[in-house]
């Protein structure tokens, strides 16, 4: 009997020990860092949902369904401090409790946006007790003495109230979340002061003190790799490795703008480290991101994990793990390749929900996430919802070739019409068709010879570059994934390659009612030769190409 008992426990302790252990993590995996659940890796093919769609039970409860509807696989939702913590010391669970449990009843997973000190650069999220009592809680002030809404984030008091609440929601989700619906947290959201600096009387005390030995240590270690707008600012100094902040970085907009950032960065850090210490999930911050190159700190939130102070961001704060960009810009590319990093890896919190964004992101830069927001708008969306179903059912694919540099993506961006690249032996040139609609792709060697294509509107030409071997396609096959396993829906030929010539990716099409009454040939177009007949809906579409040298 003794022994038996012995034996439980033992099994009892092992299964709390792999539960621990098989929480959701980041993993390094060759060149990629990829998000583990279950110790699998999840690619989270998301939406963020409205500020106060989930505010309330009765709002919240039809829309999980729609969601799932849209081939969502995960969910950004809100939960607001002051509905939290509605008094001080007083915690209500029915919110995050509602999030968790109609999200696994539509197998969602979910990242929890903690809105509490900050959203915007505003403090609308904040407790009433936190908001009236200005003299404990205290105020970001002006240059002219004025004290406005937003909380100072030089307040001891706030920060330690706002760790505090963050700390008991965290233990609440590890006790609760028995199915691992949470996989990811943001503490906070878009932070940040739209002006210089901090005018209150402990912030202009601190920037006369010294630059913290941390900062320093980060930036000599680092001073090969720093942002330009970071290494700029200490240049000037001829990069002084102690002093007080106006003598290492200069008594510039720069140099308020990285005490700043140091400022918010540690009191998130705070957050975030207490938060971890109940349970230990990923957690990311976002950025409301710089709009125009010569914008100066202020006219966008100063102090917030824009591209510019990233390593003050990773100096200031191990304990968020990705620093990410809310992307409406148009330039969209530019702005991945300055936020994907070796030591950031890249994840999409917020953006315009331009599909073809998505394929780029995962196939280009190896992202975690992809999440538009406000994304219950795009339900009606067909192009949109029939992508993510794309993207869910060649995910698996996705997810392998991460790391390895056997994938690559395109996205047509304003008036680009080609992009060349290099996969093994062969040369690739993608094509972008029909200059109005959606162009975009991810292109995957699978083996020496043979290529997976998902997109929608390219011409896609192989050459070899082996020397004195030419490449040729021989076969191309349009398909579909099903359990992971590749099934041909129709072998392409003739006047669908210009005879293997090149493949051409039309996406999967879906025809309306309403013919066409006129059909225009021109020669050279893409349907010179097989003109539609009928008006029609394209979405991506997945090829198979098998190629041959001689």
């Keep these: 009997m003794k022994t038996l008992n012995i034996l439980v426990l033992v099994l009892i302790f092992s299964f709390k020990s792999y539960s621990q252990n098989n929480i959701p993590h980041l993993k390094k995996v060759g060149k990629a860092t990829q998000l583990m659940v279950h110790n699998k890796p999840f690619l989270m093919i998301a939406g963020e949902i409205h500020n106060s769609s989930a505010s309330t039970v009765e709002f919240m409860k039809p829309l999980f369904p729609k969601l799932k509807k849209m081939n969502l696989n995960s969910v950004f939702v809100t939960l607001a401090w002051e509905q939290f913590e509605p008094e001080e010391g007083v915690y209500d669970f029915t919110l995050v409790n509602e999030i968790m449990k109609n999200a696994q009843e539509n197998n969602l997973k979910v990242c929890l946006l903690w809105f509490a000190s900050w959203k915007n650069g505003e403090s609308s999220y904040a407790p009433m007790w936190v908001k009236k009592d200005t003299k404990r809680f205290f105020r970001v002030k002006t240059k002219d003495g004025l004290e406005i809404e937003t909380l100072s984030p030089f307040c001891e008091a706030t920060k330690i109230a706002d760790a505090k609440a963050f700390a008991v929601l965290m233990k609440h989700i590890k006790e609760v979340d028995t199915n691992q619906t949470v996989i990811l947290v943001q503490p906070q959201n878009e932070v940040g002061m739209f002006q210089d600096i901090d005018y209150n009387e402990i ?110 961001w990773k100096a200031a704060a191990p304990d968020i793990d990705i620093q990410s960009p809310d992307i409406y810009l148009d330039n969209f590319k530019e702005i991945v390749s300055m936020y994907h990093r070796d030591d950031n890896p890249l994840l999409i919190p917020e953006s315009k929900a331009e599909v073809g964004r998505a394929f780029y992101a995962f196939g280009q830069h190896d992202a975690i996430c992809f ?105 191309v096959f349009e398909g579909t994934y099903e359990n992971e396993k590749w099934i041909s829906t129709r072998m392409l030929n003739g006047d669908e390659t210009f005879h293997n010539s090149r493949l051409r990716v039309f996406g999967r099409v879906f025809e309306t009612e309403k013919e066409i009454e006129t059909i225009t040939k021109k020669e050279g177009e893409p349907d010179a030769y097989s003109p539609a007949t009928k008006q029609v809906v394209t979405t991506p579409g997945v090829y198979k190409v098998v190629l041959y040298k001689r």
Excluded: C
């Design 203 to 312: 912030s202009l005390n601190l920037f006369e003190q010294k630059v913290p030995k941390e900062l320093l240590t980060y930036l000599q270690k680092n001073k090969n790799s720093l942002d330009a707008f970071v290494k700029n600012a200490w240049s000037k100094t001829n990069f002084k490795i102690a002093g007080t902040w106006k003598e290492v970085f200069g008594n510039t907009p720069e140099s308020k703008s990285i005490f700043t950032t140091w400022q918010y960065a540690t009191y998130i850090n705070t957050v975030a480290k207490a938060g971890r210490t109940a349970y230990n999930l990923p957690m990311m911050v976002n950025s409301w991101i710089v709009q125009k190159p010569d914008d100066l700190p202020g006219v966008y939130p100063n102090g917030g994990p824009v591209s510019r102070v990233i390593d003050i």
């Design 371 to 475: 999440s538009p927001f406000g994304i219950e708008d795009a339900a009606n969306n067909f192009v949109f919802t029939k992508s993510y179903e794309v993207l869910n059912e060649v995910q698996h694919l996705i997810k392998k070739y991460q790391g390895t540099g056997k994938m690559v993506a395109v996205l047509k961006e304003g008036t680009e019409n080609y992009n060349d690249f290099y996969l093994g032996d062969y040369k690739v040139k993608v094509m972008y068709e029909k200059p109005n609609e959606p162009s975009f792709g991810i292109i995957i060697q699978t083996n020496e010879n043979e290529f997976i294509v998902i997109g929608m509107n390219l011409s896609v030409y192989f050459t070899s570059e082996i020397k004195n071997k030419i490449g040729y396609i021989g076969q």
